[in-house]
């Protein structure tokens, strides 16, 4: 049996990662689950899979979890500490779906018990790739991409030589509003930012995809993840979601990675790698879908692209910095102190206002987490001074 964690067990890609899981229970150990607020999800969840420890990140839930778990077999814990205490339970394999930056931590305790990991948290690459990275080969543990793009990319690599790669092009939908006119941008509703045309995703996830900071992101992860340089990265606008990256090569071949958009096949494939199994994904019939459309993305009405452009020559813990703006003012625009292109122009502002200190810092945990902390912080002030 498999032994595995889930952190994030009660978002989209831990509930995706629980349908597949289910299919098969005598095949999985589960040791962790994590969530946070939805408890009633995390308590069945850990009661049906028999977990052996349940967590939630808010410390105030305990006495909520121990009572929906009343009767089970299954330890109750909460906060941060708790978090990292489970993360750090022997496991074969991990579902690191946390949203944020909060996803770090408990990743690198996983790596560092060896264990498998399957990384949905593209934050945390973006913000400590090389810290990631050196810990999974110190610790002889592997680290699977999860996120579709990076998966696709995955994929289009087996058995190929990473020199021979020219370029990885990664698609976009364009999210909510591709086409909508730029000066109506400025009054996108949170409900309008929230409606993702293709994918079914956590919240937070859909909004950065509408203003393409979650693609900012990938572009990032891409660079963490393959070792390639920014240069050699490109996006390209696929409204319909089916092509998920392209790998071209130095004879001019270009190898696509065709599918539909439902998450259950990255993670699918995360799971069962280095093996294909069966999985419960729709199979695409192309004659019937008949067309496919590419863009080129349009950095004027998507401005984050070119901040991950500017993080990359940055180097450093730009990544960090970029992130902790980026979450800090997704949470203004959910909270409706900031407009939606707003959020772009308080990112810009924080990297251009930070003590360079800050990100010339080398690479550790705690630097990572100071960066982070800094860069909340200066969001948090410019927020207040765009919204009086
Ligand atoms: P979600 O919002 O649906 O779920 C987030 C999970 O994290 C929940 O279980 C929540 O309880 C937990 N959580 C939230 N804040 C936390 C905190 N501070 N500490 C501990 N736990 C916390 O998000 P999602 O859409 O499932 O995305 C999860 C991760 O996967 C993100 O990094 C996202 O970018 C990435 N991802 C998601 C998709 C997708 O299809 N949803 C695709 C690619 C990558
Ligand atoms: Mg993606």
Redesign the pocket.
């Known amino acids: 049996m498999k032994k595995i964690s889930i952190f994030?067990?009660?978002?989209?890609?831990?509930q995706n990662t629980i349908d597949l899981i289910s299919r098969d229970p005598d095949a999985y150990d589960v040791v962790a689950l994590?969530?946070?607020?939805?408890i009633a999800q995390l308590a069945a969840d850990a009661r049906r899979l028999n977990a052996d420890v349940a967590v939630t990140?808010d410390e105030s839930r305990l006495d909520d979890l121990r009572d929906a778990l009343k009767g089970a077999q299954v330890e109750a814990a909460a906060g941060q500490g708790a978090?990292i205490d489970a993360a750090c339970r022997p496991a074969d394999w991990v579902m690191s779906?946390?949203?944020?930056a909060?996803?770090l931590q408990p990743g690198i305790c996983a790596l560092e018990q060896g264990a498998t990991l399957a990384l949905?948290?593209?934050?945390s690459l973006v913000c400590a790739g090389a810290l990631i990275l050196d810990t999974a080969a110190r610790h002889n543990a592997r680290l699977l991409p999860?996120?579709?793009e990076h998966s696709a990319v995955f994929q289009a690599l087996v058995g190929e030589d990473l020199k021979a790669v020219e370029r990885i092009v990664i698609t976009a939908s364009g999210g909510a509003f591709r086409d909508w006119p730029m000066d109506k941008l400025a009054n996108a509703t949170l409900a309008e930012a929230s409606n993702h045309p293709n994918?079914n995703?956590?919240?937070?996830?859909t909004i950065d995809s509408a203003s393409m900071f979650n693609k900012a992101l990938e572009v990032i992860e891409t660079r963490e993840y393959f070792g390639v340089s920014p240069d050699q990265i490109e996006v390209l606008v696929h409204p319909e979601s089916m092509i998920h990256a392209l790998v071209g090569f130095h004879d001019g071949a270009l190898m696509a990675h065709v599918g539909p958009p439902d998450?259950r096949h990255a993670i699918g494939y995360a799971l069962h790698w280095p093996q294909r199994r069966n999985l419960p994904v729709e199979r695409l019939d192309l004659a019937a879908i008949g067309a496919l459309t590419f863009r080129a993305p349009d950095e004027q009405r998507w401005p984050a692209l070119r901040l991950a452009r500017e993080v990359m020559a940055r180097r450093g813990l730009a990544g960090a910095v970029f992130n902790a703006a980026k979450e800090t003012a997704l949470s203004g625009f959910i909270d409706g102190h900031l407009r939606f292109t707003q959020m772009a122009e308080v990112v810009d502002a924080v990297l251009n206002q930070i003590d360079p200190s800050h990100i010339d810092a080398p690479m550790t945990l705690d630097t990572v987490m100071v960066a982070d902390h800094i860069a909340r912080q200066t969001a948090q002030t410019i927020i207040e001074q765009t919204a009086g």
């Open positions: 994030g067990a009660t978002g989209s890609i831990g994590t969530g946070s607020s939805n990140a978090l779906a946390i949203v944020g909060a996803g949905a948290n593209k934050e999860v996120d579709s994918w995703m956590g919240q937070r996830i998450m």
